[in-house]
Nanobody, 124 residues
């Protein structure tokens, strides 16, 4: 059974940092692109960041560029999202996702598997 399990969310003050983790199991995800999306209350789900299976290419939403960093673990079945300089606008549920295809990584429909999400709350 394929599972993506996020962890690392929580409550942090504005200007602080959090590191989210996503552990993938049930199959090998070495060749899958991995992405992070988020959804704030009343808003649509939005793309945050993505990384190719090889780990050599990363992509970011403009709103997080320069503050967030996506990376993969050595086994490539784990993906991280380091979030710095957090603001209240980053408050959302963050979802990890895996995509067989390496194209259209900013689009949710490109992903085949999703985690349950982890809450990130930034207090101002």
């Amino acid at each position: 059974q394929v599972q993506l399990v996020e962890s690392g969310g929580g409550l942090v003050q504005a200007g602080g940092s959090l590191r989210l983790s996503c552990a993938a199991s049930g199959r090998t995800f070495m060749n899958y692109a991995m992405g992070w999306f988020r959804q704030a209350p009343g808003n649509e789900r939005e793309f945050v960041a993505a990384i190719r299976g090889s780990g050599d290419s990363t992509y970011y939403a403009d709103s997080v560029k320069g503050r967030f960093t996506i990376s993969r673990g050595d086994a490539r079945n784990t993906v991280y999202l380091q979030m710095n300089s957090l603001t209240s606008e980053d408050t959302a549920i963050y979802y990890c996702a895996a995509a067989r295809s390496g194209s259209g990584l900013s689009l949710g429909d490109s992903y085949n598997y999703w985690g349950q999400g982890t809450q990130v709350t930034v207090s101002s």
